[in-house]
Structure formats: structure tokens, C-alpha cells
């Protein structure tokens, strides 16, 4: 049989350590490590326009989380208006980096709209932009991008998308707090 207090192997990633009641140590898998400063739970506001419709203001929750023995961060967002507190769009997804600074995410719609976005992250600057590769079940939308940056510890993003009428332009903008 083998050892079931597992601690770290031989790369020096922190394992679970089942069975000894020992919770693992906090450290990202090293895929993740250069993404690390997106993860926990993010809280503000942000504002959504386009040429088509009428601005409007919105609060948002996004969670990035992850468990050390994996190399992908699990994403849910969640928003509501900013007036009301209604629900508003809602998205969950998978965002897996790759060692050579490349990064892939799935990401599905609480519209029903799925995405398959690729693109690149730069750890010093704490920046990914992304682009979508595939959007799926969608009527209007034919083009996505997403760009985050961190500044002085808040997270911003812009979202921009392409529509059958209407060419790639903003419609998110929006800067979150850790909590
Ligand atoms: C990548 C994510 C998103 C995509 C692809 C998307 C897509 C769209 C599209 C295609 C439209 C209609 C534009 C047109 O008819 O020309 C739209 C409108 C709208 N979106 Fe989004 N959206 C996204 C995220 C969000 C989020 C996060 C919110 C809320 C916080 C939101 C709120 C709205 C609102 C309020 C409208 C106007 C609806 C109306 O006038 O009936 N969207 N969106």
C-alpha cells in the first residue's frame, strides 16, 4: 500500500495530504502560479454600453478558485443591477495558462451564449487579453474579447464584442475590489 500522507512531490508541488487531518499548503500549481493574482473573490461596479442599446450600470461578483493539484482556475461571475440588485448576466468557465504564457478559457453564458477564448498573460504587468476563438449559440454575437488588468490591486476589464450589425467595441467596462 502505498503512503497516504502525500506532502510534496518531486517537484516540489504541494500535494493533499490525506487522512492526516493536515490541510495543504496554500501555494498554486505551477501553471497557475503566474495567474495567481486574479484568485479569490472580486467585488464592484461596472458600466455596459454598445451603439444599440442604452447604457446602464451594474454590480458584479467574480470568483476565480483553484486547488493546487490542478492546473486550471475555475471562473464564476455573477451580476446584478446596479440600481435594484436584480440578477443580471451570469457566466461560469474554466481558464487553463500554459507554460509558454498562452492561456485557453471556456466560458458558458447564463444566455445560453458559449465561448471558447484564447490569448496571453504577462505576469509582471498582471494583464491577459483574450480573443474569442469560438462563440457558440449565439444569434448577434460573432466576435469576443476580454482584456484584464490588475492596477494598484483592483482588477479592471474590458469586454468588447462584434455583433451581425455592429463592429468590435466596448460593452463592459468595470473595476473590482478583492474581499
Ligand atoms: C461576453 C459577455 C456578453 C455578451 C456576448 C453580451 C451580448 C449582448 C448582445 C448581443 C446584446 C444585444 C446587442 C444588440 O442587440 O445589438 C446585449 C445587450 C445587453 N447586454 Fe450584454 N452581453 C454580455 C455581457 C453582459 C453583462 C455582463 C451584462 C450585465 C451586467 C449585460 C447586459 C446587457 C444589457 C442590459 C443589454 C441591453 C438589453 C436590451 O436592451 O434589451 N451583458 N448583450
Redesign the pocket.
Known amino acids: 500500500m502505498t503512503s497516504r500522507n502525500k506532502s510534496r512531490n518531486r517537484n516540489g508541488d504541494p500535494e493533499e495530504m490525506e487522512g492526516s487531518g493536515a490541510t495543504a499548503p496554500a501555494a498554486p500549481h505551477p501553471a497557475v502560479a503566474p495567474l495567481a493574482f486574479l484568485l479569490g473573490k472580486w467585488r464592484g461596479e ?1 458600466e ?1 454600453s ?1 451603439p ?3 447604457p ?1 450600470r ?1 454590480g ?1 461578483e467574480l470568483l476565480f478558485s483553484h486547488h493546487p493539484s490542478k492546473p486550471v482556475i475555475s471562473y464564476t461571475q455573477r ?1 446584478w443591477k446596479a440600481a435594484s440588485g436584480e440578477p ?2 451570469a ?1 461560469s468557465g474554466y481558464w487553463r495558462p500554459l507554460p509558454d504564457g498562452s492561456v485557453e478559457v471556456v466560458i458558458s ?1 447564463s ?1 445560453g ?1 458559449a ?1 471558447v477564448q484564447k490569448g496571453s498573460f504577462d505576469a509582471e504587468k498582471k494583464t491577459v487579453t483574450l480573443q474569442s476563438e469560438l462563440v457558440g449559440n449565439a444569434s ?2 460573432k466576435q ?1 474579447t476580454r482584456a484584464f488588468q490588475l492596477v494598484d490591486g483592483e482588477l479592471s476589464y474590458v ?1 468588447q ?1 462584434a ?1 451581425i ?2 463592429s468590435l467595441q466596448p ?2 467596462k468595470a473595476l473590482l475590489k478583492k474581499i
Open positions: 461596472g455596459g454598445f444599440t442599446i442604452s446602464f451594474y458584479e451580476t443580471m448576466h457566466e453564458q444566455t451564449l465561448e448577434k454575437v469576443i469586454v464584442m455583433t450589425t455592429t460593452h463592459l
